[in-house]
């Protein structure tokens, strides 16, 4: 078992830093950072998916700031996600490939939904769930599902 270095503080001031671990190079390396969480969670999300798509495994260290200094969080869950779904053949009258891009539109709109709630990293049985919706669901439905999602996202005012 090969054992990889802490990840060590990112240089300058404290803001929102994602850090992937490189086996390769046997390194830490900033993968994404802003001053806000949302959009370095967001990144992860989708690096994370790249890297496992290039079938690495993901090691991710996630540092913000707290009480004006940096301070290490839990990262989001790096589990491996579900390969992309696949068209439905409940619709036989539409050519194979319409019902392809549909499925592929109808997964885009709930991926991105559910990226507006928070959830940036699925876990194989999210996406198993994702895709039952993409295969039943007709385009207006997975809209509105999405726009209820990024509705529960939006921070409450008040």
């Known amino acids: 078992m090969v054992k990889r270095p802490d990840c060590p503080q990112p240089p300058g001031s404290p803001r929102w830093v994602a850090m992937f671990y490189q086996p390769s190079r046997a390194a830490w390396r900033v993968g994404a950072e802003s001053p806000d969480r949302t959009p370095v969670l967001y990144a992860v999300g989708d690096m994370a998916q790249t890297v496992r798509a290039r079938g690495d495994d993901v090691t991710v260290a996630l540092w913000g700031p707290q009480d004006g200094a940096w301070h290490r969080f839990d990262a989001p869950a790096a589990t491996p996600s579900a390969p992309a779904p696949e068209p439905s053949p409940q619709r036989p009258e539409e050519p194979v ?3 392809e891009r549909m499925s592929d539109r109808r997964h ?3 991926m991105a939904g559910l990226s507006k709630a928070g959830l940036y990293d699925l876990s194989p049985e999210d996406a ?6 993409v295969d039943r669901l007709d385009e207006p439905t997975v809209r509105r599902v999405a726009h209820w999602l990024s509705a529960a996202g939006r921070p409450q005012s008040g």
């Open 97 to 99: 490939r319409l019902a």
């Open 108 to 110: 885009q709109v709930l």
């Open 128 to 133: 198993e769930t994702v895709r039952a919706l």
